[in-house]
């Protein structure tokens, strides 16, 4: 269902906080305590406190000491998304095919809010200071793919998200002030790809391509990373670029396979 064109009256409120809260939880390197819990949710502590023991419950959440954090019971969640064969499942082989020739690390994201979350992505190889996988999430303005995702945006849409949000500067050349962050979406979406050097991390370099559907409307972007001691600038658009292209017509062609099955994107 649209949330933009849910009734009021539809709207199960309760339900909303407690996802919001497995969402803060997820989010959470330890265990959080109700104040800081209630905080992030922006409810009051005993409203925090009746949704974390409803979830601890039903088993999603256990509280040792006072501190709360998210059972694996939380996995069967998304656990017949990842085991089902869909659509990331079947792209898969083609991104590690193109982490295979380069020796870099490949990867499918798609947007949330202002963040990327990897659908797909080559487990062998690691780039970044911490090792990513399926699930995990970076902020869309540092990254490569993140900036190509939001270039697809439409402009209400853009302004809506970047309203009253302070960018959170990750590396010494992340874009962080959104007028000029806008200027460089303007240009990625003209020249249909995206690049990040020195954005997320010192030395970190990175080039995406979008993922579309039939209408052309952008469902995900892929992405490969490197360093720039290995691989320029220049390089990137020069030697990856193309791979990178050829490889997201196949992906396509897989993306448009699963729609013709009826299968939501």
Partial sequence: MNSSKIQKRDFAQTLARGMACLEVLAGQAIPATNPEIAGKMRVSRAAGRRILLTLESLGYVKEERGCYAVTPKVLSLGRSILA???????????????????NEPCSVAILDGLDIVYVCRDA???????????????????????????SALSEQDLESRLKGVRLKRCGPASLCDSATLK????????????????????????????????????????????????MSHTELKRRVLPALREAATHAESIIHDFQDRNWIL
């Fill in 84 to 102: 089902s064969g869909g659509v990331w499942n079947s792209v898969a082989p083609v991104v590690v095919a193109v982490a295979d020739r380069f």
């Fill in 124 to 150: 062998t190889r690691r780039i970044y200071s911490s090792r990513l996988g399926i699930g995990d999430r970076l902020p869309a303005h540092c990254s490569a793919g993140g900036k190509m995702l939001l």
């Fill in 183 to 230: 200027r460089a979406l303007a240009r990625i979406r003209a020249n249909d790809f995206a690049t990040a050097v020195d954005e997320m991390e010192d030395g970190l370099t990175s080039i995406a391509v979008p993922l579309r559907k039939r209408d052309k409307s952008v469902v995900g972007a892929m992405a490969l990373a490197s360093h720039r001691s290995r």
